[in-house]
C-alpha cells in the first residue's frame, strides 16, 4: 500500500479489493435480500442466485458487494499509510469489474496539511496581568448594594430618571401592531438605555396611572430588519414608580450580607478572592494570546472541510449554551434578523483562526518532540474524575475504565498541546500593553456581557408573555 501522489492536502491511493472477497461479499448480499425479489414460478424470497442474475444483470449484487467491504479495507488503508483524514473519501471505479479479477478502486481524501511555523521561540506578546484596585473592590461592594437596595414606592411625583416605572406599552408601525412590541408590568429603569432611544426619555414627567402615547424612531441598526428606521408609536400606562434605596457601606452592612464584623475585613476579603480570579484570568488570556501569535506566524494550506467542521462545532455550542437559556438557535437567529447562512460566515473567521492554531500547535508538539507518558494521561484521568465524581465511587471507576479506553490517545494528545503552550509561554517576553490595548479589551468585555445580557433579557420577555 502506497501514496501515489499528494496535491496540497489531497492525498490519491488505490484499494485492491480481491475477486475472492468480493465473491463472497455477492454472497452475503444475496442471502440478505433475496426475500425483496418476486419472480413467476417461485415463492418470493426463493429465487436463485442465477436466475436474478440473468434478469437484472450478472453484476445485480456488486455495488452493495462493494459497499460491504470497502469501508473495512479504508480503514486498514488509513491506518496503514498513517494519515489524518479530516474529510469523507472521493471514490472512483475507473474500469469495470472482470469477473476472475480483482477491482482497483481509486481513493481521494483530504487529510490534515503540513505547516511550516515561524521562529517560535521568542515570541512577543502583551502582558494581561491586572492589578487588584480599590477601584475594583469597591466595585465589587457596589454590585452587592445593589443587590441588597430596598423598593421604595413613589406616588406623590411624577417618574425621574433613575426610577423604575412599571408599565405596560403596546407598540404600532403605521398604525399596526407588530410582534414583540407589546409588554404589561414592565420595569422599567429610566436612563439605562434598555429601550430604544428617546424611549424612556419620554416616561419622564408622567405620574402613576398616567395613560400617553409616545413617539420613537427605531434605529438604523436594529436587530430586527423589519423594524430598522421605522417610526413607532407606543401606548404607554404608568402602572407605579419606584426607585432603590442603597444601603449604607458600614460594619452592619458587612455583617448582614457576609460573615465578617467589619468592612476592612470584607475588603480584604474580596482583594484575596480577585487577586486568585485575575491570576487565573491572565494565565489563561496569555495561554491564549501565545497560541494566537503562533498561529499567526505559521503557514498552512487548510482544508475547507476543516474549516465547516470548526465552524459546525462552535454552533453546537452555541445552541446548548442558548437552550440553556431557554432560547432555539432557530429562535435566536430570528431574533437578530439573521440566517444559518449569514451566522455560519460571521463564525468563518473565528473557525479559521482555531484551527489555524490548532494545527500550529501539533506541529510544535513535533518539532520539539514534546511525548507524554501513560503515567502522566492517567494522572490527568484520575485528578479528573475525583474532581467530578469523588462522591460516587462506582460511576467514578466507570468513568475512569472508559476515558482510559475510549479516549486516551486524545487525552494524551490535549496534554501534549498543553506542555507545547507551556514551552511557548517559558520562552516568550511579555510587554506591558498599550492603552489603547487596554481600551480595546475593555470594550470588547463590555459588549459581550450586553449580548449575554441582553439575551437573558429575551428570554425573560417572552416568558412573561
Do not use: C, W
Amino acid at each position: 500500500m502506497e501514496i501515489k501522489k499528494k496535491e496540497n492536502y489531497t492525498v490519491y491511493f488505490d484499494i485492491v479489493l480481491k475477486d475472492k472477497d468480493i465473491k463472497e461479499a455477492e454472497a452475503e448480499v444475496y442471502k440478505k435480500n433475496k426475500k425483496h425479489f418476486q419472480v413467476p414460478g417461485f415463492r418470493k424470497g426463493h429465487v436463485p442466485r442465477q436466475m436474478i442474475e440473468n434478469i437484472y444483470g450478472k453484476d445485480v449484487f456488486l455495488e452493495d458487494a462493494i459497499n460491504e467491504i470497502l469501508p473495512e479495507e479504508y480503514e486498514k488503508a488509513v491506518k496503514e499509510l498513517e494519515l489524518e483524514v479530516v474529510d469523507q473519501p472521493k471514490i472512483d471505479i475507473e474500469e469495470e469489474k472482470k469477473d476472475g479479477e480483482d477491482l482497483v478502486v481509486n481513493i481521494s481524501v483530504d487529510v490534515k496539511p503540513d505547516v511550516k511555523l515561524s521562529d517560535y521561540k521568542n515570541l512577543e506578546i502583551e502582558d494581561p496581568t491586572m492589578e487588584v484596585t480599590d477601584d475594583v473592590i469597591n466595585e465589587e461592594i457596589e454590585q452587592q448594594r445593589e443587590m441588597n437596595a430596598r423598593i421604595v414606592n413613589v406616588s406623590d411625583r411624577p417618574a425621574k430618571e433613575g426610577d423604575i416605572a412599571n408599565i405596560d406599552y403596546k407598540g404600532s408601525v403605521d398604525g399596526e401592531y407588530f410582534a414583540g412590541g407589546e409588554d404589561k408590568a414592565y420595569d422599567l429603569e429610566l436612563g439605562s438605555g434598555a429601550f430604544i432611544p428617546g424611549f424612556e426619555e419620554q416616561v419622564i414627567g408622567h405620574k402613576e396611572g398616567e395613560e400617553f402615547t409616545i413617539d420613537v424612531d427605531f434605529p438604523q441598526d436594529y436587530r430586527d430588519e423589519k423594524l430598522k428606521g421605522k417610526k413607532a408609536q407606543f401606548e404607554i400606562k404608568l402602572n407605579g414608580i419606584s426607585y432603590k434605596e442603597l444601603p449604607e457601606i458600614d460594619d452592619e452592612f458587612v455583617k448582614d450580607i457576609s460573615d465578617f464584623d467589619t468592612l476592612d475585613e470584607y475588603k480584604e476579603d474580596i482583594r484575596r478572592i480577585k487577586e486568585e480570579e485575575f491570576e487565573n484570568n491572565a494565565k489563561m488570556e496569555k495561554q491564549r494570546r501565545i497560541i494566537e501569535k503562533l498561529g499567526e506566524g505559521a503557514e498552512a494550506d487548510i482544508p475547507p472541510a476543516m474549516i465547516e467542521n470548526q465552524i459546525s462545532s462552535v454552533l453546537q455550542n452555541y445552541e446548548q449554551n442558548l437552550k440553556a437559556q431557554g432560547i432555539s438557535l432557530n429562535d435566536y437567529i430570528k431574533m437578530t434578523g439573521s440566517t444559518m447562512n449569514k451566522l455560519r460566515d460571521s463564525i468563518r473567521p473565528g473557525a479559521e483562526e482555531t484551527v489555524k492554531n490548532d494545527l500550529a500547535l501539533e506541529a510544535l508538539v513535533k518539532a520539539e518532540k514534546i511525548e507524554i507518558s501513560d503515567k502522566e494521561v492517567e494522572d490527568e484521568v484520575n485528578a479528573v474524575v475525583e474532581e467530578y465524581f469523588k462522591d460516587d465511587k462506582e460511576h467514578m471507576e466507570k468513568m475512569r475504565e472508559y476515558m482510559l479506553g475510549q479516549n486516551k490517545e486524545a487525552i494524551r494528545e490535549d496534554l501534549a498541546k498543553r506542555k507545547a503552550v507551556d514551552f511557548l509561554l517559558d520562552n516568550a517576553k511579555l510587554v506591558a500593553p498599550s492603552e489603547d490595548k487596554k481600551k480595546e479589551e475593555k470594550e470588547k468585555a463590555e459588549l459581550a456581557k450586553e449580548e449575554i445580557e441582553k439575551i437573558i433579557e429575551d428570554k425573560e420577555d417572552r416568558e412573561d408573555k
